[in-house]
């Protein structure tokens, strides 16, 4: 591209991000052919709903990312978790592409990010670009294919978002593939929604194929001995016969010909990515969709619902239900079936009995029994009755019931210092099952953001990170050819929080992949030879810090 077609592409991307719509540009696919999605949006992951596509690279390293259109880079990230090595191109119709996982940049944005690494002195950067800064057009070559990040195999992830609101869009609803397979419908669940803080399954059943060759139950009427219901359900849906087990994309349920309930997985913000933990549950190991509502819930995701979602029967006669499974270009699974209430009981007593209620719509602060806990305004999903119970002092141990309550965002829990920790208190972490939550300190006391209810224990980290090299360190041997230069870092309490690498006593920029606990120096044809000295310094989040010294001969 000369200088003229250059600066006419800035002034076209600068005069047409002032208007444009999602539909009004024409998008590639990322990868060359073929394109196999092993994850699609909406997908039920931990603590969060998928925000993209997948696509398989082979279980191979290095496939070439292109530009899905053209734009220009509007961001660079660099981080040891998430979305690892990631770009993010913004388009003239104001939408975003995200490329995540990446294991290198081409050269021109290679550059940028080593510049601005050894500028900050850090592998993980965040970079904010200008329009004019750096221009691509569609299917330009971006970088190549990795794992990095909290990747679990080689893989491209790949968005579509609102350039201003971050919002994802679901990919398949713009770039269309073929797709004639319908969703697959397993099992349905039957909850008690008489308490509606706390949905109880009351029984699940198969989903199989009657004498009609339509879907059925094993009995075409459940009869239950509740009469204010639920539905859930467990499916997925392929895009082609020997394709990855994806999510549904949409839901319907009706009850008696009206439409009571209906979902589609798009839209979905990064602010209600934990909403996935009350959405869907797991039940006698199979992952379920709840077809009903709490009294919080992101409305962008339901286009239709009266009562919430749930049956309210005020008779003992039977009622049709039928829910339907839609993918992204309408092929539908629909299952009928009867369900009749022997009883009627219109209330159930809480399960919690408590003198505390936290209203979900409202801050709740409580101070009581040396023991301070905020929730803000909108956390919960629903309004609960609250018990905890504070042996910080005799036994470190701390419980906030209900445990099943689902968390939107952070939560603030504090209490002062019991006399025996005072002299290590910077360094008191709390542990709940696999979260580790770290201090902040505020006089004599300790305050820690958490995101979950349940059991905590208070624990002293006063362990230093564990650092190893991963080859044999000798000061005469020459070490020749050397690619690269790898440490294992690991902390098992509060986790890592900063690492260093100086060569000769200067900084230099290592890589860190967090999940295999690893280090990576690459030298280059700048890096000192002769007799060279490394030192390594660690520091986990509370502070402990440990250094691993050596000298090799590098030729």
Known sequence: MNRLQNKVLKLIICLSLLTGSLYAQTYAWPLDSPLIITGNYGELRPNHFHAGLD????????????????????????????????IYVTHPNGVTSVYAHLNSFVKKIADLVVKT???????????????????????????????????TAPHLHFELRDEKTEIPFNV???????DTIKPKLNRIAIYNLADTTMPQVLLTLPVKLNKKNKLGLPKDTVVLKNNILGVGFNGFDLLSQQGNPNNVFSATLILDNKLIYSHQLQNISFADQR?????????????????FL??????????????????ILTDTLPHEVMITLSDEVNNQTVLKFYIKANKLALYSPPKIKSDVFVNCTQDFLILRNNLQIFIPAFTLYNSTNLIFENTIERSGKLIILPSEANLKSTSIVGFEVPKKYLSVKNKLILKSGSNTFVPINVNDSVFYSVKNFGWFQLTVDTMKPKLKSLFRVTKTSSQKNINSIDFSIVDDD???GAYNLFVNDTWVLVEYDAKNNLLTYKPDSSSPTG?????????????????????????
Do not use: W
């Open 531 to 555: 007799n060279v000295k490394f030192r390594l310094e660690v520091e986990d989040k509370v502070k402990n810090k440990s250094i691993l010294q050596f000298e090799l001969n590098l030729k």
């Open 494 to 496: 509060s986790g890592i």
């Open 172 to 178: 398949l609803k713009i770039l269309k593939v073929r």
């Open 55 to 86: 696509f398989s690279t082979g279980g191979k390293l290095n496939q070439s990312v292109y530009a899905t259109a053209s734009g220009y880079i509007s961001r660079i990230k660099i981080s040891s978790v998430g979305y690892g090595k990631s």
């Open 275 to 291: 909403y996935v933990n009350e959405f869907s549950e797991v039940i006698e190991k199979q992952k379920y969709q709840r077809c």
């Open 294 to 311: 709490p009294t919080l819930f992101p409305k962008e995701m339901y286009p239709s619902y009266s009562r919430k979602g749930r049956i």
């Open 117 to 151: 690494q050894y500028q900050n002195k850090s592998f993980e950067i965040d970079i904010n670009l200008k329009p004019t800064d750096l221009i691509v057009s569609q299917k330009e070559l971006l970088g190549f294919s990795g794992n990095t990040g909290n990747s």
